[in-house]
């Protein structure tokens, strides 16, 4: 709850600092449009690592994955011309493999997923710029959409209406759970707020983007993603059993979890993560390119630290890694409209993420990474 | 099921026991861990599993827990009259057997409810039913007289001893469950946690269930338990009704007779005068070599609780001190913390011949060293050796800077022929100093790591346990090493699981029992029976 708020605090305040260091130009509707745009591939794949931090493992080969991903799907398209729905259909089929294959390697010889993946990232990162060599340009329409599209006013306002909808009846659902089984209900202030606080963030954000080009359907897709991860993480048995494998394996192992499965189905939900981020870095750019994905996997890792995922298993929080991814994202953003050049931007990142983690050391959160 | 009233267990017991135990036992390479167990519990009982360390109650909880799988052990068990053939840990679960480990089988960053449901959680539709088992765990708490416990609460932040009733929880909470086992639940517990914990055990005879309670405290055992089986040597003793069994008797029990082993003629205790609180004399100054005054250290999971307290003692040049008391009496977590291996904050005060010495904080063991003392770990392989490395590596491994120019280059030749010494004084058989330690027996590594420790020229020298899982030439080829090293002057800790061992080789003997020092006998002065009687409580000094 704390760092929720700590992070939600800090983020406007690194808008607002860069905003008056950079003579005005982060708090525009344009800006913060191409803010959440540049967050989404980060975002997305820190949604997958959340899970794969949470099982207590890691995932690095996911940045050249997304890469590979993405260059086959544009050779399907434009060197073998198959038609767009059998492309996806190709890439879903090679991004479970993927994550079937890591799984099957952490979960029956033991490997450490570090290794497992980071051969993955040396593998993938060369057949990726194999395929990719010369680059594949991109024109279908629909394909595009994902990464360059935006959704027209009344679509945005309608998506924000469904988010109010839907939030209320999820708090409706949990309170009506609680008076069924006789549990003190939650006060009606934090319901209140349960419900507000993301319904009018979500209004706020769908009128700036209206005041520019409209909500991007990447950043509507990667909240779908996060969505749908956020409820398997907490309301699932499958959620359940990752997390409780990676908090104490032999505890979950003596409570009849079967800990090789979990471990497959963790992998696997990440391929399909870095399938879908594949797909929006593929349109954003509109080609298949040798160097997408390079290093995502390490944003995403620090994305999911800075949420506060342990390294060591048991925790994680969906909607907080996205917080940190954004607020990463923020932190570059700023940094880039005051003109720091982007080598100085890799540097201070770097003293950020150590820094952040040491306040929380020094601040005593009992916290093991 | 039939609940027996608290009354009279046995009068109203059913006619087929809820656990038999037909026969059981099961061999380890060179150790024969359970030999012949027979055991009945009933339903609504709550029997006692008492033994001396290794007596084989470890191993007989792990059968029935199905860690040790069917199949790699003789005999059988019966659940309701039915064989149990458990594979593993979920076969035994599902088959009604619920163990409380000494470590805990919980998940420290999921909720108290979550933990209570964990691989059996309520689901609707294919989502989990949250709400449903926070309430049933909250009913579940209640019953435990934790009201005050919150099931959202992540187990991470409660005490050892909730943590503790949480397992209990998971287990009523368990829809098969038919016997509860506990290993040792209050070792890490407060007074007021333990007694809170019995009188939950207590309550849960009603229930129906067959309760399998093993502990080392004798008071515990005969607060709570109908039936007591005694365990010696892998085999079931006896097994008596409380009533009729006194602490005595199942102390002797315990202790049996047995088989008198090769021990050598106990070596005169050197120049010591008649108590060892009293100056030194000729030659030496009159500090003796290490005096501990007023010892306390906090235990590293419960802080709340003192894992040793008020500990003090004198050790002399050449003496060799017995340290004897049950698992868990703080005869390891004694000499880890003499060696700078305990927590941070430890009170009292340590002399090494008058002058002070702090163990602990940053410098550790390696301070420790500097002041001439060595330890012999309990646990070899663990902490004694590097398993993969060759003989010569570990033998020079506390004493590197011996062979080391400008502090980092190392003298192969040095070291090499320092090892090669090292190996033929301390009688390994091994073909050279290179072979790889881990392909030693366990006699050969025991050897490697007392040389390695006696290249460090310690002038104290802590034992634990130094003839674990040793053969019986090798043991005693290490009583007269022992012996050797203190006619050289050096003082000895010695502490072993075997109180025969303690009895023959000290020159006197320090009984903890929880923490505490219970008594102080000159060797040679007590038998079997009256040191564990101190140990276990059963009796005073």
């Known amino acids: 709850m704390k760092r929720t708020l700590a992070i939600l605090l800090t983020i406007p305040a690194i808008w607002v600092l860069f905003h008056f260091l950079s003579g005005g130009s982060v708090l525009s509707a344009g800006n913060m449009v191409n803010l959440f745009k540049y967050l989404t591939v980060v975002g997305i794949l820190a949604t997958g690592m959340t899970f794969v931090m949470a099982a207590g493992h890691i995932d690095l080969s996911v940045g050249a994955g997304l890469g590979l991903l993405g260059a086959v799907n544009a050779w399907l398209l434009y060197q073998a011309h198959l038609p767009l729905p059998v492309t996806?259909?190709?890439?879903?089929?090679?991004?479970?493999?993927?994550?079937?294959?890591?799984?099957?390697?952490?979960?029956?010889?033991?490997?450490?997923?570090?290794?497992?993946?980071?051969?993955?990232?040396?593998?993938?990162?060369?057949?990726?710029?194999?395929?990719?060599?010369?680059?594949?340009?991109?024109?279908?329409?629909?394909?595009?959409?994902?990464?360059?599209?935006?959704?027209?006013?009344?679509?945005?306002?309608?998506?924000?209406?469904?988010?109010?909808?839907?939030?209320?009846?999820?708090?409706?659902?949990?309170?009506?759970?609680?008076?069924?089984?006789?549990?003190?209900?939650?006060?009606?202030?934090?319901?209140?707020?349960?419900?507000?606080?993301?319904?009018?963030?979500?209004?706020?954000?769908?009128?700036?983007?209206?005041?520019?080009?409209?909500?991007?359907?990447?950043?509507?897709?990667?909240?779908?993603?996060?969505?749908?991860?956020?409820?398997?993480?907490?309301?699932?048995?499958?959620?359940?059993?990752?997390?409780?494998?990676?908090?104490?394996?032999?505890?979950?192992?003596?409570?009849?979890?079967?800990?090789?499965?979990?471990?497959?189905?963790?992998?696997?939900?990440?391929?399909?993560?870095?399938?879908?981020?594949?797909?929006?870095?593929?349109?954003?750019?509109?080609?298949?390119?040798?160097?997408?994905?390079?290093?995502?996997?390490?944003?995403?890792?620090?994305?999911?630290?800075?949420?506060?995922?342990?390294?060591?298993?048991?925790?994680?929080?969906?909607?907080?890694?996205?917080?940190?991814?954004?607020?990463?994202?923020?932190?570059?953003?700023?940094?880039?409209?005051?003109?720091?050049?982007?080598?100085?931007?890799?540097?201070?990142?770097?003293?950020?993420?150590?820094?952040?983690?040491?306040?929380?050391?020094?601040?005593?959160?009992?916290?093991?990474? | 099921m039939t609940p027996s009233p608290s009354g009279d267990p046995i009068a109203n017991a059913p006619a087929a026991p809820l656990l038999e135990v037909r026969g059981l036992a099961k061999s380890y390479p060179g150790v024969k861990a359970l030999d012949q167990v027979d055991l009945q519990v009933r339903a609504g009982e709550i029997h006692a599993l008492c033994g001396e360390n290794g007596a084989g109650k470890s191993t007989l909880i792990k059968i029935l827990g199905g860690v040790i799988p069917s199949g790699s052990y003789q005999g059988s068990f019966f659940l309701e009259g039915r064989e149990c053939r458990f594979r593993g840990p979920r076969e035994s679960l599902a088959g009604g057997v619920n163990i409380i480990f000494q470590e805990l089988a919980l998940a420290p960053d999921l909720s108290v409810a979550e933990n209570v449901f964990l691989g059996r959680e309520h689901a609707k539709g294919g989502?989990?039913?949250?709400?449903?088992m926070e309430a049933e765990a909250a009913r579940q708490l209640a019953v435990l007289g934790m009201k005050d416990v919150a099931p959202t609460v992540p187990v991470r932040e409660l005490s050892v001893g909730l943590r503790q009733m949480v397992e209990i929880a998971r287990a009523l909470a368990s829809p098969a469950r038919r016997i509860l086992i506990l290993d040792e639940p209050t070792s890490a517990l407060s007074l007021k946690e333990s007694q809170a914990l019995l009188d939950v055990i207590v309550g849960l005879k009603s229930r129906g269930l067959g309760i399998l309670y093993i502990s080392h405290k004798l008071e515990e055992v005969f607060a709570v338990a109908d039936r007591i089986t005694v365990l010696r040597n892998g085999r079931s003793i006896e097994t008596l009704d409380r009533r009729d069994a006194g602490k005595a008797k199942v102390i002797s029990l315990m202790v049996g007779r047995k088989l008198e082993e090769v021990f050598p003629p106990r070596s005169p205790r050197p120049t010591l005068p008649a108590s060892a609180y009293a100056p030194n004399s000729a030659g030496m100054s009159d500090a003796p070599l290490l005096r501990v005054r007023d010892w306390t250290v906090p235990s590293p999971v419960n802080p709340q609780v003192d894992i040793l307290s008020g500990i003090s003692f004198d050790l002399a040049a050449g003496e060799i001190l017995g340290l004897a008391g049950l698992m868990g009496a703080g005869r390891t977590e004694l000499v880890e913390s003499l060696f700078g291996l305990g927590p941070r904050a430890v009170k009292g005060t340590i002399e090494i011949t008058g002058r002070p010495y702090h163990p602990g904080g940053s410098g550790g063991p390696a301070r420790a060293i500097a002041r001439g003392i060595a330890m012999v770990p309990e646990d070899r392989r663990r902490h004694g050796l590097f398993l993969e490395k060759s003989i010569r590596e570990n033998l020079t491994g506390a004493c590197l800077e011996r062979f080391s120019r400008l502090g980092q280059f190392i003298d192969a030749d040095a070291e090499a022929d320092t090892a090669a010494r090292s190996l033929s004084e301390a009688g390994v058989k091994a073909p050279d100093a290179e072979f790889t330690a881990g392909f030693l027996s366990g006699g050969n590594q025991q050897k490697v790591v007392l040389a390695k420790w006696l290249l460090t020229k310690p002038r104290i020298l802590f034992l634990d346990d130094p003839t674990r899982g040793v053969d019986v030439g090798a043991k005693a080829d290490i009583y007269l090493l022992i012996q050797r090293l203190a006619a050289e002057g050096i003082g000895i800790l010695l502490i072993s699981s075997e109180t025969e061992e303690v009895m023959h080789l000290s020159h006197r003997i320090l009984v903890l029992r929880q923490g505490r020092l219970a008594g102080e006998f000159a060797g040679g002065a007590a038998d079997p029976e009256t040191i564990l009687a101190l140990s276990a409580g059963g009796a005073t000094a």
């Open chain 1, 88 to 369: 996806l259909a190709a890439g879903i089929a090679l991004a479970i493999l993927m994550g079937l294959i890591h799984g099957a390697l952490v979960a029956y010889p033991r490997i450490p997923a570090f290794i497992v993946t980071l051969s993955g990232l040396m593998a993938y990162t060369g057949l990726k710029q194999y395929i990719a060599n010369p680059v594949i340009p991109i024109q279908n329409e629909a394909f595009l959409f994902l990464g360059q599209g935006y959704l027209a006013p009344w679509q945005g306002y309608a998506c924000a209406g469904l988010l109010a909808l839907g939030l209320g009846f999820l708090l409706w659902r949990n309170l009506a759970g609680r008076r069924k089984h006789g549990l003190a209900p939650r006060p009606l202030w934090r319901s209140a707020l349960a419900w507000l606080a993301p319904s009018a963030g979500g209004l706020l954000f769908v009128a700036v983007c209206n005041a520019d080009r409209g909500v991007p359907v990447c950043v509507l897709a990667m909240a779908s993603a996060a969505a749908l991860c956020h409820g398997l993480a907490v309301r699932t048995r499958f959620g359940r059993h990752v997390f409780a494998m990676g908090s104490n394996r032999e505890a979950a192992q003596y409570s009849g979890i079967s800990i090789p499965m979990h471990t497959l189905g963790v992998f696997v939900l990440m391929g399909l993560l870095a399938w879908l981020a594949g797909l929006v870095a593929t349109a954003q750019l509109m080609a298949g390119a040798a160097d997408i994905g390079d290093y995502q996997e390490l944003y995403a890792i620090a994305a999911c630290v800075i949420g506060g995922t342990s390294l060591r298993g048991g925790t994680g929080n969906v909607w907080m890694s996205l917080l940190g991814a954004l607020l990463m994202a923020s932190i570059l953003n700023g940094m880039e409209q005051v003109g720091i050049p982007s080598t100085m931007q890799k540097v201070i990142l770097g003293v950020i993420l150590s820094a952040s983690v040491a306040l929380d050391q020094v601040l005593g959160r009992k916290r093991d990474l």
């Open chain 2, 127 to 132: 989502w989990l039913d949250a709400h449903r």
